[in-house]
C-alpha cells in the first residue's frame, strides 16, 4: 500500500441492480451472503485496498428506507462516506456518484457491490496503471471457446480466442481522464457498456490488470451457491 501513500481514490460503489435473475425479494446488492449484504462485504474489501480514499454508494432512490436505513451503521462501520440517488442507467448512476464525490481526488475506482471477492492486490496495482495510462480494468483471459452466432442460434463463426478478455470490475480511471470522457459521451449521446468504455470511447488508454476468476458477479442462484463457498474460505 506505500506506492499508494500519496493517491486519493474516490471509490463509487454501484448498488442499483434489481436482482431478478438471482430471484430475490430484495435488490441484488442487499442480499445477504453468509449473513452479511452484498454490499457491505464488497464495500468492507474496498476500504482495505488504500487508507486515503472515500466510498460514494450509489443506491436506487426508492431502496433508501427499506433496505439503505436498516443497515446504514455497518455500511458506515465498512467506510461509507455518502449516499446518493442512482440514476435509470449504469452509467448515469456513475455519473452522479462521481459528481458527488471529492474533487481533489487523483483516481475513480468504480465497483459492482455484487462482486465481494475481487483482488485487493490487483485493485492496487490497477491504481497505479490508471495514474501512469489513463484507465485500467481487472479481467481474465477468456479460457471458452467463443461461438457467434445468429437470431436463430446457428453459429455463424468461432471467434479467436487469442487476445479476448472477460472485463470484471473494480475499473480504473485517473480523474481527469473520467471527467473528460463524459462531457465527451454526454456530447455524443453514447452509451458504454462498462466503465472504461467511456475512456476507450475518448481515445485514452486502458490497460488490463488481471484479476482472479473468484471475483464472480453474483447474478443467478448458481453464483450465489458459488459465492457462498468462496465466503467460507475468503482471503484477500
Known sequence: MDSLAAVKVSMLLLASGRGERLGASVPKAFVELAGEPLVVRSMRRLAAVTDDREIVLAVQAC?????????????????????????????????????????????????????????????????????????????????????????????????????????????????????????????DRFLATDDVSLLEYAGIAVQVVEGSRRNIKVTTPADMEIAEHLASSEDP
Open 63 to 187: 431502496d433508501r428506507e427499506a433496505f439503505v436505513n436498516p443497515i446504514l451503521e455497518s455500511l458506515r462501520a465498512a467506510g461509507l462516506d455518502r449516499v446518493v440517488d442512482g440514476g435509470a442507467t449504469r452509467q448515469e448512476s456513475m455519473e452522479r456518484a462521481f459528481e458527488a464525490s471529492t474533487a481533489d481526488s487523483d483516481v475513480v475506482l468504480i465497483h459492482d457491490a455484487a462482486r465481494p471477492f475481487f483482488s485487493i492486490e490487483a485493485t492496487r496495482q490497477a491504481i497505479a496503471i490508471a495514474i501512469e495510462v489513463g484507465g485500467a480494468v481487472l479481467a481474465t483471459p477468456v479460457a471458452d471457446t467463443i461461438k457467434r452466432v445468429d437470431e436463430a442460434g446457428c453459429v455463424i463463426e468461432t471467434v479467436e480466442r487469442s487476445g479476448l478478455w472477460a472485463a470484471q470490475t473494480p475499473q480504473l480511471c485517473r480523474r481527469d481522464a473520467l471527467a473528460r470522457s463524459i462531457e465527451i459521451a454526454r456530447r
